[in-house]
């Protein structure tokens, strides 16, 4: 019976995916609780939110920023399906976008800090601590995220993926999806919501 | 296949053996060496925090003692919850998953073989971590639940609690690590027809309990992630004069600490109803209603996490909403209760040292059970709350949760794990000394907390009316050593000159007892196939493995190999290819501690080589081996 199901293409996800997602799990349940604080904090507020003599968090700049991270899952996307049908070339250029898009994100973020320093720091109070240690937890998985589609970009060179072999691939694509619908909601929270 | 014919299981012992050597012995992946390795240290802990205990009850045998002062006293008493809680009970539990998950799903190691040992590598770590500040008088002192305004920086300066909070950040790395590999062991590696409906209970009792953690635990870690940046780095989160709020760390830690509670009691429910079946000599009765109670339980136990904050002041209708819920999770407890029972009601009970332990279990558990009604009255919980009535429940529920437990679990698979049996008359014997010893060293502290002793005291003026009662239980606590004293002499004695125990002294229903013992490195010769949940009292399928082994059918013979299955049906699927031994694991595992030694001791450019040095030994780990070259699964 199953005497050689070494033949037979596995009909079920892989360890290594399945392992991917239940990082992703648990990594998600840590920005649940890190904005479940900020509302706590928020809702236990005195004064406005935010504080008296802060502005209202600017968004021309912050909802390009998050256009530009979502942006980048569609060329990871395409990275991903081009390698399953065994398109080097695709998943090389994929990759190559992705990390393009992912890194004008952490300048934009880097923009982004040097002008709010100027009237909020994380030692401000509550509110700058909340908005710093978001967008920081946040930047610091892009970041993370940056090195492994580097680590793919510099594996896909020495062609080390193909059509039945790319389950890194799939797996820090799972990653960067992740951390790209993320952001959405870091800018509901820390964008949007002072505002409503 | 037929190109391995000739002798494979030769061929799967010098594949899978692993020579000797200091190098060997930092780099081994095996689940079995790793699931030692994670037993001794935790009972290390153990043995560590029981001392602490020991030191804390000759201190308050009488009253207006000076064997230790108050600063000494806090951190004693911090150490000996955290200790016992984070370092012993949970890695002890992961010890024996270790050890008996795969062995008990018919696999040959865990899913992911040096993420195993990097977790092992990373709660030795981050245990001595915790205790580096003791020898200066820094080790963490504002009890186990470490609330603030008292832990921040203000009340308590010094590295005391950055030992804490780095310290159990540095563990979360470990827990949260070892749960995602026994979810994706459990889920992937099954032995072909073990359906999920076929799964040992202990089994799924890890599953639940790993849930649990993977969703519990960032609660934690983002609590101690809020209190160093508040620490250290002057962020505001729980000081009211900068708009934070000292409740928001209760929340965060509580939200994790309830499911916690189920975290520790689960898979020790998991060895009962593992224990109860086999010397009851008859299935489980009601295995689906135990299994659902074990999924159900780790899932009301998110639902419960206000009843520990009772006494801080909050809208009656959410405390009404968790006293209900506080209450609703009796229930599949007592299911899973009546289903012990019943088992051992329709079986032949024998009473041999495992069903001791089960049984002292159920005694304790349902005293602390019973208390625990007590306190989802509100009102009840508002009198009681902070005094030794408390200390007398958790431990009830604890010390019978998970400690009868486990030493049910260690007479029950010691046998498998070195071959050897122990000394039946010194079992018992340990037995009577710790059930009686507990008893005398806890149930007197409800009586000391019902007559208003606080805990947390490091001593007390005589003609309280607590004398008595504090002696009592500082002979109990002894009496308590004492048997476990007992419980180590007998695992020396049966090291050296314990009876052969054969594959399966007990006559036990699931797959580890189907190997010989202690299991060679590969597990099993053949993969076996399973058709019930009771594999090993089907004869017939275990012979006809025998067979398939003689015929080099489904040995998997090339490396190391294991077989992948789907994830409820458990019908053979892939043949994965395990890595062999690494010492990347090692490596990263120093590193990571280089990063938190330089975030404890505020040296950026130590933590940030500490870093760098990380991201490095992963590049490391994952640089391609040479059998992937030809593999599907290349990285
Ligand atoms: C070996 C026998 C044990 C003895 C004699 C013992 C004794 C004590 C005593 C006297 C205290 C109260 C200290 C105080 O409030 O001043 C205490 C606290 C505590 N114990 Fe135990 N204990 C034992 C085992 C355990 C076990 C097995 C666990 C958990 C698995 C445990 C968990 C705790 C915790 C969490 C605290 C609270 C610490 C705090 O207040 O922060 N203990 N123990």
Excluded: C
């Excluded at chain 2, 998991?270 to 135990?290: D, E, H, K, L, N």
């Excluded at chain 2, 409820?568 to 694991?585: I, K, Q």
């Amino acid at each position: 019976m199953v005497s050689s199901p070494v033949l037979s293409v596995p009909r079920s996800a892989s360890t290594a995916w399945w392992g991917m997602l239940l990082l992703v799990a648990t990594e998600a349940a840590l920005f649940a609780v890190l904005i479940a604080s900020y509302f706590y904090l928020r809702f236990h507020a005195d004064g406005g939110w935010p504080p008296e003599g802060i502005g209202d968090p600017k968004l021309v700049r912050a909802s390009l920023m998050t256009s530009v991270l979502l942006a980048s899952s569609v060329p990871m996307a395409l990275a991903e399906a081009g390698i399953a049908r065994g398109d080097r070339r695709r998943l090389r250029a994929g990759l190559a976008a992705s990390f393009g898009l992912g890194a004008l994100f952490l300048g934009l973020q880097a923009l982004e800090y040097r002008e709010q320093l100027r009237e909020l720091r994380p030692q401000t109070d509550a509110y700058g601590s909340l908005v710093y240690t978001i967008t920081g937890a946040h930047a610091a998985h892009v970041a993370l995220g940056l090195a492994l589609l580097a680590w793919l970009q510099l594996r896909a060179w020495l062609g080390a993926y193909g059509p039945r072999r790319h389950v890194a691939v799939q797996v820090i694509a799972l990653y960067w999806h992740f951390v790209t619908l993320a952001s959405t909601v870091v800018f509901a929270t820390v964008y949007l919501s002072p505002r409503v | 296949m037929a190109a391995i014919a000739e002798q494979p299981v030769e061929r799967l012992e010098s594949s899978w053996e692993e020579p000797g050597g200091l190098v060997t012995w930092l780099a081994t992946v095996d689940h079995k060496r790793i699931g030692v390795r994670y037993l001794v240290t935790a009972f290390a802990f153990f043995v560590v925090a029981g001392v602490e205990a020991l030191v804390l009850r000759v201190q308050l045998a009488v009253p207006r003692n000076g064997l230790v002062g108050p600063a000494l006293y806090d951190q004693l008493f911090t150490l000996h919850g955290v200790t016992m809680i984070f370092l012993f009970a949970t890695p002890m539990l992961a010890g024996f998953g270790n050890f008996f998950v795969p062995l008990m799903i018919g696999a040959r190691d865990m899913a992911f073989p040096r993420l195993n040992a990097f977790s092992y590598w990373i709660f030795l770590a981050s245990g001595l971590f915790i205790y580096a500040g003791l020898p200066f008088s820094a080790a963490p002192n504002d009890g186990w639940f470490n609330y603030v305004p008292l832990a921040s920086a203000e009340y308590t300066p010094g590295l005391n609690i950055d030992f804490y909070g780095f310290g159990l950040l540095f563990l979360a790395v470990s827990t949260t690590a070892g749960a995602v590999n026994f979810i994706v062991t459990i889920l992937k590696l099954r032995a072909p027809g073990m359906s999920i409906n076929r799964m040992p209970l202990f089994v799924w009792a890890v599953l639940t309990t790993s849930f649990a953690l993977v969703f519990a635990l960032p609660s934690l870690s983002t609590a101690n992630l809020l209190l160093e940046l508040e620490r250290k780095h002057g962020f505001h989160f729980f000081d009211a004069g900068a708009g934070g709020d000292a409740l928001l760390w209760q929340h965060l830690f509580w939200i994790f600490g309830h499911p916690d509670v189920y975290i520790i009691f689960l898979p020790a429910v998991g060895i009962v109803s593992t224990i109860v079946p086999v010397f009851s000599r008859r299935p489980i009765v009601g295995y689906t209603a135990v299994a659902l109670s074990t999924v159900l339980t780790g899932i009301l136990g998110f639902g419960v996490w206000v009843h520990h904050m009772f006494a801080v002041g909050l809208p009656q209708i959410s405390m009404g909403f968790f006293a209900a819920a506080s209450l609703l999770i009796a229930i599949p407890s007592g299911v899973q209760v009546f289903a012990w029972i019943a088992t051992l009601l329709r079986g032949r009970p024998v009473l041999q040292t495992p069903l001791l332990f089960v049984l002292g279990f159920v005694v304790v558990f349902v005293v602390g059970g019973l208390t625990g009604v007590m306190f989802a009255s509100v009102p009840f919980d508002q009198q009681i709350t902070d005094s030794y009535f408390v200390v007398a429940h958790f431990h009830y529920v604890l010390f019978g949760g998970a400690v009868f437990p486990i030493f049910a679990a260690l007479h029950f698979w010691l046998p498998k794990i070195t071959g050897r049996l122990l000394s039946e008359r010194l079992g018992k014997a340990s037995f009577w000394l710790m059930f009686a010893g507990f008893n005398l060293a806890f149930f007197p502290m409800h009586v000391s907390g019902l007559l208003g002793m606080p805990r947390r005291v490091y001593t007390y003026p005589a003609g309280l009316g607590w004398d008595a009662a504090n002696l009592l239980s500082t002979v109990g606590a002894f009496a308590l050593a004492l048997g476990i004293l007992l419980v180590v002499v007998n695992v020396a004695w049966s090291r050296k000159r314990g009876p052969w125990a054969g594959a399966d002294p007990w006559g036990g229903d699931s797959l580890e007892w189907a190997i010989p013992s202690p299991p060679r490195p590969y597990n099993f010769p053949v993969v076996p196939l399973v058709r019930s949940a009771h594999p090993n009292w089907d004869r017939a399928d275990r012979e006809e493995d025998a067979r398939r082994a003689g015929q080099a059918e489904l040995v998997l013979a090339e490396g190391h190999q294991t077989l992948a299955t789907t994830v409820l049906d458990g019908e053979a699927d892939d043949v994965l290819h395990m890595p062999e031994e690494s010492l990347w694991p090692f490596v990263l595992a120093l590193t990571l501690s280089v990063l938190f030694a330089g975030l404890l001791l505020d040296l950026p450019l130590v933590a940030t080589a500490g870093g760098v040095m990380a991201l490095g030994a992963l590049a490391g780990w994952h640089l391609p081996r040479a059998e992937d070259e030809d593999e599907d699964e290349a990285w």
